[in-house]
């Protein structure tokens, strides 16, 4: 029994066809998220809908609509579309910002249901929150219960009902809702389906070619998660961890293309991931790895040592040519590097010269 969440890339008018050719009879349980981005400058349906909560502004409105409308259309799903998006509306403004931003979810869940002619299963019915945070073991049986007995169930992602009403997770929350339904109905799997071929050693934006990490284990995607790689949300990951189910992220457009599986399992990689953030005009790089003291402190000082002095790269200073000074901090599989975006680019270089990002 497999549960599988498709991003909001996958609920477009010209992708949903991708999402029905991947369902097959082992899946049981379908998490969808809002409607996402057609094109690079689109907006997310959930980001409409925070602005058309503040503003009442009907433009914003007619853009969701939109949306939605062109959803069933190009699709020929035969679900009274109008019908749903006026009851949205009428609900839209009147319950508060996290209610307005799950309307996405709820209106992909409700067509995706009826293009796959699976069950509707409700989230607000499923997905429970205490005060705050969620009610782990109430959330577990009411899915339990919910999904039991049937064949194909669809749910919105990203939300469900609080003490005070309806509620979401933090922003990428779908993941989330999809890692429940496989524990909850002790799935095999839990397929989680975005537009890139899993998680890569660096961002592929930036680094051309860049190969897929096929496989690794919760701690390590945790870890990563953290230091802000955007592919799964970190709570995903407990609810899978706690029942050992295997977690694939995969790409929509080429189901049989790479992929990574998150597993008990340790990466083979030395190196598991590169991520960059800006803090204070200068380039914190954080390198996740599976190296020794002694490995990774030749890897930063051969890369360091090709162009700067390097006073101390154990302690933590390196003082460039420049007179500049960056600094490296090390702790158990991690590296923490502060320097400058132009260093990063000539990292990225070696890294790729030293094998230790493979490219495919
Ligand atoms: N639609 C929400 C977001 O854009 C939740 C999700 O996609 O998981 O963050």
């Known amino acids: 029994m497999i549960t599988a969440k498709f991003g909001g890339t996958a609920v477009t008018p010209r992708n949903l066809v991708y999402l029905k050719k991947i369902i097959s009879p082992f899946h049981k349980v379908v998490v969808v ?87 509707y299963v409700e989230a607000d019915e499923v997905v429970r929150f205490g005060v705050r945070s969620l009610l782990f ?24 009902m609080g003490k005070y009403g309806r509620q979401t997770f933090s922003r990428g929350g779908s993941d989330v809702t999809g890692a429940l339904c496989a524990a909850a109905t002790m799935s095999s799997l839990y397929e989680n389906w975005t537009d890139v071929y899993g998680v890569c050693v660096a961002d592929p934006v930036k680094v ?23 592919v799964l949300h970190p709570s995903a990951i407990s609810p899978a961890e706690r029942f050992s189910i295997p977690i694939k992220i995969g790409n929509f457009y080429n189901p049989q293309g790479a ?13 598991l991931s590169v991520t960059e953030k800006r803090v204070d005009g200068k380039i914190k790089t954080t390198i996740l790895h599976n190296m020794n003291f002694a490995e990774i402190s030749a890897v930063v000082s051969g890369f360091f040592g090709e162009r700067y002095s390097v006073l ?41 010269r030293a094998e230790l990002i493979k490219v495919d």
């Open 259 to 271: 992929s990574t599986l998150v597993s008990q399992c340790y990466s083979q990689n030395k190196l």
């Open 33 to 119: 998220s809002a409607v996402g981005k057609e094109f690079s400058s689109d907006v997310k349906t959930t980001d409409l809908l925070e602005k058309y909560f503040f503003s009442g502004d009907d433009n914003i409105w007619k853009a969701v609509e939109d949306k939605y409308r062109r959803l069933t259309e190009v699709n020929g799903i035969g679900i009274d579309v109008d019908e749903l998006l006026f009851g949205a509306k009428a609900r839209a403004r009147r319950y508060g910002l996290q209610y307005c931003m799950s309307l996405g979810e709820e209106l992909s869940a409700k067509i995706v249901a009826e293009y796959l002619g699976a069950a």
């Open 208 to 230: 051309y070619g860049v190969s897929t990490i096929r496989s690794m284990s919760y701690s390590e995607m945790r870890a990563l998660s953290r230091g802000g790689a955007e």
């Open 137 to 160: 073991k109430e959330t577990m049986s009411a899915m339990s219960n919910a999904y039991k007995g049937v064949k194909l169930a669809v749910t919105g992602g990203y939300y469900g």
């Open 312 to 352: 101390n790269c154990f302690g933590v200073s390196i003082n460039t040519e420049k007179n500049k000074t960056y600094s490296c901090v090390f702790s158990k599989n991690k590296a923490v590097l502060v320097t400058e975006s132009t260093v990063i680019e000539d990292l990225y270089k070696y890294l790729r």
